[in-house]
């Protein structure tokens, strides 16, 4: 039970990050904080997807040029442009990694505004931080996991950031429904998202880049991340951005 539970927290947690501070933040700055809890959440997110650790500069990046040229040739990760899953997560690790990198040729217009402390972004890069974390949640299956079967989450754990990733750009731009009519093929994957903390709206996001609640167009679509975004903002530590809903960035 510890082991299930263990799973559930860092799938969560990791993917609530990647909704707030990567997402909704970084890449379409639908919320300003100031730079002492910018830091705070940076941390947060080090430790929520520990090995699997995204940059929030490049991720804030890379995410505004999927928004621009969504199922392009110019669209880091397009399912459409892609021979499958695998495929298209190995081009969006070349665009990661060249951003992070300073590589890439990408306009300064995207770059505007992304977060970008440079300790963090260094820290969780770097292997043996990496390692550290993958060692550390092999430790946990070790005391806790009922049986050898479990061992099979262990890459799931080392991976989740990008996981979380393809789950959306993959499956949420070939299933699901739509709300809405947009230039490209994003799609709402879950009806109810009990999985993914809003991101399954993903139709409804395309739609309105600059929305920060992803859900509430039907009566099922809930975004559990929504209140809590209200709550922070209402508590002072984030101030939430309005009139923008069209504007992904
Ligand atoms: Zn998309
Ligand atoms: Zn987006």
Redesign the pocket.
Known sequence: MLIIAFFAAHWYTSVLMQTFFLHRYAAHQMFTMSPRWEKFFYTLTFITQGSSFLSPRAYGIMHRL??AH?DTEADPHSPEFSKNLFDMMWKTRIYYNDILNNRDQIAARFKKGVPNWRFMERLGDRWLVRLGWMVAYTLIYVAFAPSFWFFLLLPVHFLMGPVHGAI??WY??RYGYTNFAVN?T?RNLLPFDFLMMGESY?NN??KFGGRANFGGFRWHEFDPAYPLIRLLDKVGVIRLRTGRDEAYM
């Open positions: 999927h928004h969504a959306i750009n949420a731009h490209d994003a993903h996001h395309h």
